[in-house]
């Protein structure tokens, strides 16, 4: 979890906002629903985890209820979860650096004259991913409470 919250949540937001990896093998830039609901989950069950041993999770739960709001706030426009595109302002390296680094790929000029005014490829900026929930199911199935309540 320290790892999680070092690499993609430095600034302890409660958000997934450097560039990270999922499912879709590609590199999300900015905060989303999906990975931050899993992120926000994890927290959940890591409190629960330290609560069991009797140790101090107080970073945590702050952590958890900044990452809630994040979610409940930020990132849910009334009818689903979306993405914040960020990709400057990071800690991380800008998408064509990255890109060109580690990631894999890389900007044709017309790709480039996208990212100025878009972000980065393969983002889904305000659209529905319809992943969003998975980490709110993920609570669900482990026996922990929804960590997103405010819906409608």
């Known amino acids: 979890m320290d790892y999680c919250i070092a690499t993609w949540d430095p600034g302890h937001e409660g958000a997934v906002k450097e560039p990270h ?48 709001n994040y979610l409940e706030t930020k990132l849910w426009n009334g009818q689903y979860f979306y993405q914040q595109t960020q ?27 996208i990212l100025k005014t878009e972000g980065p490829k393969y983002q889904y900026g305000t659209g529905c991913l319809s992943d969003g929930v998975l980490g709110e199911w993920m609570a669900l199935v482990c026996g922990l409470p929804a960590p997103v309540t405010r819906r409608r």
């Open 21 to 68: 990896h999922n499912t879709y093998d590609i590199e999300f830039w900015g905060a989303e629903g999906l990975c931050t609901g899993f992120y926000c989950s994890a927290l959940q069950a890591i409190i629960r985890m330290g609560e069991y041993m009797q140790e101090d999770m107080s970073t945590y739960r702050d952590l958890y209820a900044r990452s809630k």
């Open 87 to 113: 990709w400057t302002g990071l800690r991380n390296l800008d998408p064509v650096t990255a890109s060109r680094n580690s990631y894999g790929g890389s900007y044709s000029d017309e790709a480039l004259a």
